[in-house]
């Protein structure tokens, strides 16, 4: 085949491969588009073009940009917080403002951003927050030992960022679960000092010579082994085993809601270069 014609034949098979090409992603957005809609996430679009370049696809982060999908510190800022940080970005953290989108669209990407960390559809109230506050703070007794946005107890963890990031199944088998295994920091132990005061509380310090407690009150007390009369480490936890007879269905949902619909404490996160993941 002669020079020209091979070139000519070689420029044309280029241009029908790439009009094939075009065709098949034109089709391929439409598709994309289809099932975004589908699957209720209608802010997949707007996040594979302005966000999953740094982010990645599945939210799960690269050299550019920090993990948002699977990262707890960002599951756990609220949806307003998210909304804060695409809109405005994060001044020298490397994210840029995307002041271009409306407001509906950036609640169509936190709301699609959810559904990458697997919350999307975690997050119906089974019941009345307003009313698991007032079981939170008086029948339920919670806030004798849980703190709840500042206002609570000093003895138990302070639940104000676990409840909005969980699903109410999980929220409610805490609630309810028996019998309880303490965890490693929230072990109970009795004892009674030389002048035979009785002392309960939480082992907040322990080693061969000295213990430290605290009781109820949040107080602490600092005392030397070889002084007490007993010390006797307890088995049971301090949270009470009885939540599913003592509140009935409708009251666990109430008090569920409430711990759900608590705003997070937690402040945006700036993003992470390369070189901090590898130190």
Known sequence: MPPIRKSLYQFGLCLILSILQIRFLQAQNLADDHDSNASGAPGRSIFNSSCAGCHGLDGRGSDKAINISTDTEVQHLSDAQLSNIISNGVPGGGMPAFRTLTDAQVRDVVGYLRTLQGKGDKRALPGDANRGKEIFFGKGDCSSCHTISGKGGFLGPDLTDQGPTASAATIRDK????????????????????????????????????????????????????????????DGSLMPANYGKLLNDSELNDLVSYLMATSPTTKPVPPRHKEDDDE
Do not use: W, Y
Request: proline fraction near 3%; charged fraction near 25%; hydrophobic fraction near 35%.
């Open 175 to 234: 609630i309810v679960k028996s019998p309880r295994v303490p965890s490693q920091g929230n072990k109970m132990a009795a004892l009674t000092t030389a002048s035979g005061d009785r002392i309960e509380g939480l082992i907040r310090n322990e080693d061969n010579f000295s213990v430290q407690l605290q009781t109820k009150d949040g107080s602490f007390h600092f005392l030397k082994k070889a002084e007490l009369r007993t010390f006797e480490h307890l």
